[in-house]
């Protein structure tokens, strides 16, 4: 596969994450609203980070996740039956239904989990990083945050371990451009070209455009190739928007231009124009597909609506192991 | 009279200060034009401007860091902690900088700021965003603590921590933030380090904290019918803590029981049997009883969340189990 | 039978056990060639090279998590904090990532790994390198903390937390580290959860950790000459906690005494003179008295710091008055 | 004054300043090991940071220090007496005895405190610095850590938010290649030329020659003018070496080839040299400078041990203020 042109079936492929990703967040915020508890935050705008990093991860690949990780759990391959059920709160969720939309993991396809202390999984990746050298495999971690988590001291930590030991981590900023209700800008000098951060630890960083999934993919591709050989870290800095507001329900303080500007570059429409223009897919293939797929996630808030409440007593499960 | 939330509460008190004192500013991850997490500055950034209300980075040892620099160079500083589980990223700062800097240099520069904190579950927000630590902080020499429950009680004693000279950390309470509460039209304060008999009674003696007050007080209200007269002692201030009244009220009872959110072991309920044990020994005719959170991390549903967490099911049974 | 000196004897533990599994890595700064910082792990690097005693950036944030990352993930990470002030640095990854992993992700991963930390005084090294913070730990669902005061416990204990397959806070003491004592050639491991009774008595029950061990012991043979019997009984875990050994030596004593090193308000002693106050409370015939630092940070000259820090006089005193 | 020559007086107190913290801190080692308790870092190498940094304070200026902290005090104006008090326990010392060598401060000349923490004076600094931006005074604040205080969390925190908001902070590096017992390029990539770290953060950065005491200062001016114009802050990365060991009785691992290297770039004899040549100063000058200083350390020493311990009950004092 050349670096540029991709074939086909890759193009397809990372196409469907996408929007098995947008359907099924879609439905979430619909379903949280009236049939959940909890705190809710979607990953829709941003979809094209998460399908394009992780369709470079094999399944014994790590990724560490954030408060967003609907998107990053789904392009690892995460199964949203499981995802949803724990999203409602039950026993067949992911978590056995005690953590909800903040916390899911699957560690059976190397998911370490979300995280509900922002920058927080970012030592964590570098640890996964740590142990790959040290038990000698060939495998990678993928270690997703935002553009409000480059300003914690957990990135600056974790990020400089990686670089000292050359571990293979990639560090992928998710950059929406706010922290909750405040501009990143209003905090941070420099925010927008993140890349030039990791010169400072020395390593390679990149900006890249984060609603361009083939973009996301091939710089990706190159991080994780450089990695695998032992070559160390990198950070790429992706620049996405979310189309929700920071959690289901909160207040959109955003300017409504802004909005719209983002709107127009959304990753999913701008792949199946493209698609559509080089005749990869047709108008009728991008519907059966959509409609394919929300079967899936509609089935999914089926299962998780059927699914069991655990019992109180689950409560008092897992605080330690045997 | 005037009735105002809790939230709206805190916010008066900061208002009112800040207009008296320039040097005042309250820090935090949005707490400007956004209005705060919990939307408790609401509109304090457009009268009070950028400056003296400033929304932070998520660096969390970064704002109390800053609020501790300014507030040894003439300024008093409010950093705000939305969530208290969030604490536990500049515990450094708090714990080794804040709490020792009076001390360590001889007494040469005090420390005027306050940390502004919610904790508490019952909001079905898991395990990282429930917690409640303020039996950390009375463990720290050199730090004050102050956990009100009412709207009155946390705007006088917001204005109290604001004014004293010495750091303190004020632990709000999520749930409580909506919650109405009559508040005097005039200014007033509370002062640190008294405690509030919240109910008066005979047959035993419940001191609670926070929103747990108010679950004792209604298990109160409910036992007073079945002829069981419940005193619920509120300290209101875990450092300094007003042992006399709690002690006091213990002599008249004779029996003792400490509800907190936090988990039990290790809470602020083993400080407050232990004093009791000790200095009221003589006035015990039974075992004293601690109420907490059971020994797990906080789930999410409500289901499993108010298992974990007490109720007033739970408080009620301890009262009967014991008299 | 050996001598070790309890800091050869925390090595020994790591020692063996690295041999048997060589997934279990030291990371810690200055644990690698330099020796440590205080000389705990020696020549572990030359024996087990650069990957499984690793020299880590003062970064306790990363480190920690570096940990946590690793053991998630195959290995078991020990990692060491040396000073337990500096513990306030990773709090969030201990407390909110480590302690609640294995919860929170329904019981998928599990987190074997251990933070060796030193805690205490008595070396003049003042405010920032002299606290003792175990009373945090046990607050937390999730965390196990074990706390020993001999060289033989210290190793058996470090063996079996480094086997168990959950997070573990190991509390060593610094001033300890030089103290020598008597070890079998061959292999043991002490199991957590068991209290020690270090010294039989009949008069009062005294309730010590650590160094405190020994300060206990040292009154309690001097009062012996005097015919005072006091039992001395050392957790050594605290998380879980022996709550049998303890209750059942004040059935027989009648009295207890509760002593650590950590300032007095907020420590352990109010966990465990609250158990005694529910579950013991019949035993009692007289208050329970808590021994602990006195309020305020550490001061460095040994004329300051002894005065803060519990003392072989307060101890014989408060037995006495006691009794 | 112009940038790269400064006047006749300008460096002979520069000179002075170094030799009083160079003859203070030889004093300190030596009646250290027998006279006090504790631990004692001393700063004999790198004298030129703390005298070519606090030249261009003004005594209402601030500034944050470190466990190596002593030349940061005398640098700034400190008392010498109040310091050696201190390090000996006794009530006349700047801490009424209580903190000893670790924890010397004097706010009446600004030095906000020496810290104990690694990296923990980073963003109370920045809080100096956010103090006067909001009281609008012309003050500035200079930050004095380590290379191995880099790799904390708090730098990162620190540094941004000064940047972010253009406070009025000067950012100081003491980079001695090692952080107690370890290379510091050991565990950080980039540790030589922390310069290009500052551009992560959108200030300016300067790798300097920080035993070079002109060069120190001529950089610091620039970052003073600088910040006290409302600019922002800078970042100086001084390289030098410390001759001693981490504290005073570690043992020392470092090579004695680098030993000697760095030895024979001593910023005392590189001044002297300087002036020698230059015909600032003679030998006898030298002399009967060295001798006045080493009388005023003597008298430093004598009122220590003169001055009375504290009473145990001071123990007590100050947890609280009213
Ligand atoms: C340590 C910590 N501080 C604050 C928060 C509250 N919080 C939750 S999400 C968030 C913003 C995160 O911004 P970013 O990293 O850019 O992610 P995004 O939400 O934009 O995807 C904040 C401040 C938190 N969860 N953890
Ligand atoms: C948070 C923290 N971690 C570890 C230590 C132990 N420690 C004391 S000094 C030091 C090295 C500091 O290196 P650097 O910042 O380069 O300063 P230097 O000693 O070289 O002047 C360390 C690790 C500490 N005091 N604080
Ligand atoms: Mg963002
Ligand atoms: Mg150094």
């Given at each position: ?14 196409y ?38 992780c ?10 996740s ?7 759990m789904i ?7 499981k ?68 300003t ?5 930590e ?11 981590v ?5 950059n ?72 289901v ?9 802004e ?16 698609m559509?223009k ?23 808030v089926e ?6 409440v ?11 192991v045997? | 009279?005037?009735?105002?939330t ?7 008190a ?9 040097y ?5 991850q ?6 705060g ?9 457009s ?52 709490a ?18 919610a ?34 009680d ?29 508040i ?32 004792a ?5 409910k ?5 069981i ?14 042992k ?62 108010d ?9 009620e049974k301890?009262?009967?189990?014991l008299?």
């Amino acid at each position: 596969m050349n670096n540029i042109k991709l074939n086909k079936e890759l193009i397809l492929s990372l196409y469907e994450t996408m929007l098995k990703i947008r359907l099924f967040e879609k439905t979430q915020e619909r379903v949280f609203k009236t049939e959940q508890e909890g705190f809710t935050h979607v990953y829709t705008g941003e979809e094209a980070i998460a399908a394009g990093v992780c369709a470079n991860l094999n399944k014994d690949d790590y990724i560490t996740s954030t408060h967003r990780g609907h998107g990053h759990m789904i392009a690892k391959g995460g199964n949203m039956k499981k995802m949803m059920a724990e999203l409602y709160g039950r026993l067949t969720g992911y978590c056995k239904g005690k953590s909800g939309s903040l916390h899911i993991a699957d560690f059976s396809i190397g998911v370490l989990g979300a995280n509900g202390i922002v920058g927080a999984g970012i030592p964590i990746a570098t640890g996964a990083g740590y142990s790959i050298k040290l038990r000698g495999t060939s495998q990678v971690v993928a270690c997703f945050f935002g553009d409000g988590a480059v300003t914690q001291g957990t990135f600056h930590e974790g990020v400089n371990m990686a670089a000292a030991w050359n571990l293979p981590v990639i560090y992928v900023i998710e950059n929406n451009l706010y922290m909750v209700g405040t501009k990143t800008e209003r905090v941070c000098k420099v925010c927008k070209n993140y890349a030039v951060k990791a010169q400072g630890y020395g390593m390679p960083g990149e900006d890249i455009d984060g609603n361009d999934v083939i973009e996301v993919y091939t710089a990706t591709k190159k991080a994780v190739e450089r990695a695998r050989s032992g070559k160390g870290p990198a950070l790429l800095n992706c620049m996405t928007y979310r189309h929700s507001t920071h959690f289901v329900g909160d207040l959109d303080v955003r300017d409504k231009q802004e909005i719209e500007y983002w709107k127009a570059r959304d990753p999913i429409k701008r792949i199946e124009e493209k698609m559509l223009k080089e005749k990869i897919i047709t108008e009728d293939k991008i519907k059966s597909c959509r409609d394919k797929i929300q079967g899936m996630v509609d089935e999914a808030v089926e299962f998780a609506r059927k699914s069991p409440v655990p019992k109180p007593e689950v409560a008092l499960e897992d605080v330690f192991v045997e | 009279m005037k009735t105002l939330t809790y939230r709206e509460a805190v916010r008066e008190a900061m208002r009112e200060e800040m207009r008296k004192n320039e040097y005042i500013f309250l820090m935090g991850q949005d707490v400007g034009p956004y209005g705060g997490e919990h939307r408790v500055s609401g509109d304090l950034h457009s009268e009070f401007g950028e400056w003296r209300v400033k929304d932070a980075p998520i660096s969390e040892q970064g704002i109390i860091g800053c609020a501790l620099g300014a507030s040894i160079t003439g300024c008093r500083a409010i950093a705000e902690i939305p969530f208290m589980d969030f604490i536990m990223l500049p515990m450094d700062q708090i714990c080794n900088q804040i709490a020792k800097y009076l001390y360590t240099f001889g007494g040469q520069a005090s420390v005027p700021l306050v940390i502004r904190t919610a904790m508490g579950g019952y909001i079905r927000a898991a395990e990282q965003h429930s917690q409640c630590l303020e039996a950390w902080f009375i463990h720290i020499p050199g730090l004050k603590v102050v956990i009100p429950s009412t709207p009155y009680d946390v705007k006088g004693l917001l204005k109290t921590a604001i004014r004293d000279n010495n750091p303190v950390i004020f632990v709000e309470h999520k749930y409580l933030y909506g919650m109405k509460g009559e508040i005097p039209e005039e200014e007033y304060t509370i002062p640190l380090g008294v405690a509030d008999i919240k109910k008066e009674g005979n047959d035993v003696s419940v001191i609670a904290t926070s929103y747990m007050v108010h679950k004792a007080l209604n298990v109160a209200n409910k036992l007073e019918k079945e002829g069981i007269s419940v005193e619920v002692v509120d300290p209101r201030t875990l450092v300094p803590l007003d042992k006399e009244t709690i002690l006091k009220s213990v002599e008249k009872t004779s029996r003792a029981i400490i509800v907190h959110e936090a988990p039990l072991r290790g809470g602020i309920g083993g400080e407050i049997a232990a004093i009791i044990a000790d200095e009221g020994f003589e006035y015990l005719d039974a075992p004293i009883k601690r109420i907490g959170a059971k020994d797990a991390p906080i789930p999410f549903p409500s289901v499993l969340e108010d298992f974990i967490l007490p109720s007033e099911v739970g408080i009620e049974k301890t009262i009967k189990e014991l008299l």
